[in-house]
């Protein structure tokens, strides 16, 4: 099945400590997004690739950085996680603007 | 500020009955509304979306209604199931504007009981 995959699901690390978070697809959309949802919250987008175009959402800290190499993959670069960034990271795909987007199961971070 | 508002944090109803979550939007510009279903431990799923040229979609149990003057809508689920037990995130977006950004409401949880 095609589908949005996360790896991996939990994710520990100490603070200040770089992490990856790495989301693949097989849907071959043209679009991926990083989304951050932090408990009882609205997921919030952080970036998207449109192809290989970078959006970066102006809120976004510079700690968040991303990387897409090619059309299947997309990581989330955290360079140095403080305790207000656990949370449940959520990687999308759509195949072109205004379309439904297709959620991988997340990541949830925790910083120690 | 929150664009899109989800007032009720859980919702509880009975099998068969009818659910309806509730949803506000306060950004004009939105056109495209779209409907997820997330259960524990896996990300969201598009359940029903609407443009705003519409007023009702429609597919199968649920129904989705907007009121662009009131900038509200709902969706239905008729006749609720326990399976439909979920949290339900509300979503809008500006498909003409060509904006790729879905802007999320907090979500409902509801629980059907059998």
């Known amino acids: 099945d095609a589908m949005v995959i996360q790896n991996p699901r939990y994710q520990v690390t100490q603070f200040g400590k770089p992490v990856t978070l790495s989301c693949s697809q097989t849907?071959?959309?043209?679009?991926m997004y990083w989304y951050q949802q932090k408990s009882s919250q609205a997921p919030k987008l952080l970036f998207h690739?449109?192809?290989?175009?970078?959006?970066n959402e102006a809120d976004t800290p510079d700690n968040f950085q991303s990387r897409r190499p090619n059309t299947s993959f997309c990581f989330l670069d955290i360079r140095s996680p403080g305790l207000g960034d656990a949370a449940m990271y959520l990687c999308?795909?759509?195949?072109?603007?205004?379309?439904?987007?297709?959620f991988g199961d997340g990541t949830r971070l925790s910083i120690l | 500020d929150q664009q899109v508002k989800q007032n009720s944090p859980s919702l509880s109803v009975q099998e068969g009955r009818i659910s309806i979550l509730n949803c506000d939007y306060t950004?004009?510009?939105?056109?495209?509304f779209l409907w997820y279903k997330k259960y524990p431990a896996e990300g969201p799923t598009f359940l029903i979306s609407i443009s705003s040229i519409k007023d009702k979609n429609e597919d199968g149990r649920f129904t989705v209604f907007l009121n662009k003057s009131a900038k509200h809508l709902s969706l239905h689920i008729v006749p609720s199931q326990p399976g439909d037990s979920a949290v339900y995130f509300c979503?809008?977006?500006?498909?003409?504007?060509?904006?790729?950004?879905?802007?999320f409401g907090k979500g409902t949880k509801l629980t059907v009981n059998p």
């Open positions: 950004n004009s510009m939105f056109d495209y």
């Open positions: 849907l071959n959309h043209n679009v």
């Open positions: 999308a795909t759509s195949r072109s603007r205004g379309q439904p987007q297709h």
């Open positions: 979503a809008a977006t500006e498909a003409q504007g060509g904006s790729e950004k879905l802007v």
């Open positions: 690739y449109y192809d290989k175009d970078f959006n």
